[in-house]
Structures are given as structure tokens and as C-alpha cells.
């Protein structure tokens, strides 16, 4: 433990260097990802790492930092986090202040026998990163020798779709270059004692659906509005949501984060459309957010939804193109998941394992080809990714440095 003999009120260097990265506000719209790249070449420099900053899109670096290891002709690892984070509401009228303390400040506040510390990005995903920075920190200090070459790449933009970041990384030489085999990414914490490990996601797909129609006096019986259409369109949406759920259901008894992946969910999040209120409208529209389970076919799927726009006589837009969701080998013949079962496991760790139920940047791994698995090292604690007054344990901290150190450690020295 990185605190033994410390009295438990002097804070632990790895701590101070994790709340150093927690207060840079690399917070959407405007991320201050040059103060993170000056940060992070810091710790490069410290700990002893190669340090690469690469700009597919100008003022949004992806950081790469690399290890040789003594047998380079290996596939490499990645250890892949972002670096962005959501926007924080921190006050309103009615509800003064939604977080107990400011959220960049990266307060570390006493709680019995441990410390929680508030911010933005303790647990979505800064703590990852740190956790990386830290066990590497502790492997070069205790002189271990690692066969695979390591890259911890920091990437922006993963917040907003990652279009600026990993999507563009994928693709250029400089990822190539890394000739990986093998990557861990972010995934989610747990309020139960066992670590959630994904090992694929839902495909994002956004999806316009515009309706038009007769118009005139707000007073009339007018046939076929864009309204009408619009809602008998969403009816029939709402019914495919319901039965999604009633599947996870009737095989669950519940929906849960383990078994949401497994099934489709949409949102009819924005309508828009109307004038004014005595003026029936041309036009009205939907935009759904869709998440499509990887265990269905995405072309096959968008087909349903063309039919039923079709049938209601509604256009149908499709608002950025969507990859069939690609998922990880779970099964022994993936020699780097049983290397991370058999790490977890000698640590009295067992995981859920499942369909990320949201977007991470494993996608783009996934589709070029990489095995990812998203792990986060929180476990016993409020999931609290986007949510007012994120925290994590210290504890859990120290815990993750542990976790990764072993299993860096080992994933570092398979054949
Ligand atoms: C669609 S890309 C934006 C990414 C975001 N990821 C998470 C984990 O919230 C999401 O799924 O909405
Ligand atoms: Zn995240
Ligand atoms: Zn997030």
C-alpha cells in the first residue's frame, strides 16, 4: 500500500497527483486539454515513459505514452483513457448548490477511516488513467520486467462521440504503429462488490424522423397533419421500446446495467415543429436516440425502422452513419481476458460480465480489430458518472492501483 507508516491525514503523493489531474478542467464545451497535455507530459517525464502528442483535429491532442517492453515484436497493450469530462450544474434557483463542494477543487474530505474526494471525473474516468500512472509508476520503481510494450493513450473528445479523438486515432499510422493486441478501457462502477467488465456496447444511433402534412386553421377537423403522423409513428416506437424491455423482464424478473446491453432502448428526445398555436403545422419532427444491441444484425434493424416510417408516410433520417456493434471474445480462447480473470480472481474480484449499455470509445478499438474489455476499478460505491456530486473513495483508488498493477503486470508478460 502506497500508505504504509504515512499517518492517514498526510496525503499520499499518488493522491495529490490524482486530484492535480482532477482539477484541470478539461470539461466540455471548452476543455482545457492543453493544461492536461502539460500535466500529463509531466508525469511522463517523472515516471519515465515515452511521450508522444499527436493532433488530428488542431487543440485536440491524443496523448500517447509508451514502455518498451523487452520483447517488442509482441502485440502491445494499450491502457486507454479520455480525458474529457461532462459539464457540471452547479447551482439553480431552486436548489442553491447541487454539489457539496465546487467541482474542480478535487476536495479531499474525511469519512471514518477513509476520504472521499469530490470532482468532476473522479469516477468518468480520471481515476482509470491515474490508476494506470500510478501501478506503471510502482512496476518501473520495483525494477519489474515487462515483455509487451505498454501505451497508455489519453484521448479526447470521448464525451461528445469521439469523432475528434479515437475515431481519427484508429485510423492514422500512428495507431498502427502501436501494433496492438490488446486494450482495456473504461466501463462503469458498481454499488455491488463485483467489478462490471464489458466486453462490447450498443451502437449510438441517432435518427430524425420528420412528418408533413396538411395544414391550416387551428380550429378545423384537418385530415392527415404532420402531428398526427408524427404520433402514431411514435406510438408504435414506444410499443417496440415496451416489448424490449418486457424481454429483459420476463428472462431477468428485472432491468439492470448487466442485462440492458443485451436489448434495444430508444428516446424520443427533442420535438420539433408548430408556429403558433391556431396554425396546424407542415412539419413536425422526432429525434430518437437509439441504442442498438451488437446481438442484432444494425442493417436489419434500420430496415424495421425505415418500414415503419415508411408506414406512417414519415421521411426518415439517419444522423451519422452506425458500424455493427463488435464484440470481444470472451471465451478461453482469448488468452488476455482468462489472463484477467485469473488476475482478479487471485485478487477475490469477480465480474459481471456484459454489454456496455451506453457509448465508450471501445468502439472504434472493437472495429479495427482490438479485443477491449471497459473495466473501472469502483465497486461498493453510487455510480455516479454525469451525475452532481461525483465522489470516489481514496480507498477504491489505492484498490485500482493494486488491480492494474497485477494485471498490467501479467498481461505485460503473456507469450
Ligand atoms: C454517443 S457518443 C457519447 C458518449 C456517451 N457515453 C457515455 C458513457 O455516456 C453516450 O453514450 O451518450
Ligand atoms: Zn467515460
Ligand atoms: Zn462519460
Redesign the pocket.
Known amino acids: 500500500m502506497p500508505t504504509s507508516g504515512i499517518p492517514k491525514s498526510v496525503e499520499p503523493p499518488s493522491v495529490a497527483r490524482f486530484r492535480e489531474y482532477l482539477q484541470i478542467q478539461t470539461v466540455h464545451p471548452k476543455p482545457d486539454y492543453e493544461t492536461c497535455r502539460e500535466y500529463l507530459k509531466h508525469q511522463a517525464e517523472e515516471i519515465g515513459l515515452e511521450f508522444k502528442s499527436v493532433e488530428y483535429v488542431a487543440g485536440k491532442p491524443v496523448i500517447i505514452m509508451s514502455l518498451p517492453g523487452t520483447n517488442p515484436e509482441l502485440p502491445s497493450i494499450i491502457l486507454n483513457s479520455h480525458t474529457d469530462v461532462?459539464p457540471v450544474f452547479e447551482c439553480c434557483s431552486i436548489w442553491p448548490e447541487f454539489w457539496d463542494y465546487p467541482p474542480f477543487s478535487a476536495e479531499r474530505v474525511p469519512d471514518g477511516d477513509d476520504f472521499k474526494i469530490y470532482a468532476r471525473g473522479s469516477q468518468?474516468m480520471k481515476v482509470v488513467g491515474s490508476c494506470y500512472l500510478e501501478a506503471i509508476r510502482n512496476l518501473k520503481a520495483a525494477g519489474k520486467s515487462l515483455s509487451r510494450t505498454l501505451h497508455l493513450t489519453f484521448v479526447p473528445d470521448e464525451?461528445i462521440g469521439g469523432i475528434d479523438g479515437m475515431a481519427y486515432f484508429v485510423k492514422s499510422q500512428d495507431f498502427k504503429d502501436l501494433n496492438a493486441g490488446f486494450a482495456l478501457d473504461e466501463g462503469i462502477a458498481n454499488v455491488g462488490p463485483e467489478l462490471y467488465a464489458f466486453y462490447g456496447e450498443r451502437s449510438p444511433n441517432n435518427v430524425k424522423f420528420t412528418a408533413r402534412g396538411e395544414t391550416g386553421h387551428g380550429s378545423q377537423f384537418i385530415k392527415d397533419t404532420a402531428i398526427s403522423k408524427l404520433v402514431n409513428l411514435s406510438s408504435e416506437l414506444l410499443e417496440f421500446r415496451d416489448s424490449q424491455e418486457n424481454k429483459l423482464t420476463q428472462k431477468y424478473g428485472e432491468v439492470s446495467q448487466s442485462n440492458l446491453g443485451e436489448v434495444t432502448t430508444l428516446n424520443i428526445n427533442v420535438l420539433e415543429g408548430g408556429v403558433q398555436a391556431n396554425v396546424v403545422p407542415e412539419n413536425f419532427s422526432a429525434t430518437v436516440d437509439v441504442r442498438v444491441t451488437p446481438f442484432v444484425q444494425i442493417n436489419e434493424f434500420n430496415d424495421y425502422l425505415k418500414s415503419v416510417a415508411n408506414k406512417h408516410k414519415v421521411e426518415i433520417e439517419f444522423i451519422h452513419p452506425v458500424k455493427q456493434g463488435q464484440m470481444t471474445d470472451i471465451s478461453e480462447k482469448n488468452k488476455y481476458w482468462v489472463t484477467l480473470q485469473k488476475v482478479l480472481e487471485s485478487k477475490g474480484l469477480k465480474t459481471i460480465d456484459a454489454i456496455f449499455p451506453a457509448a465508450t470509445d471501445s468502439r472504434y478499438l472493437r472495429d479495427v480489430g482490438i479485443p477491449a474489455i471497459g473495466i473501472s476499478p469502483l465497486r461498493n460505491i453510487p455510480v455516479l458518472?454525469?451525475v452532481h456530486n461525483e465522489f470516489i473513495y481514496e480507498s477504491l483508488f489505492f484498490e485500482g492501483i493494486g488491480m492494474y498493477t497485477d494485471l498490467i503486470y501479467e498481461l505485460a508478460n503473456l507469450d
Open positions: 461532462v468518468d464525451e458518472l454525469h
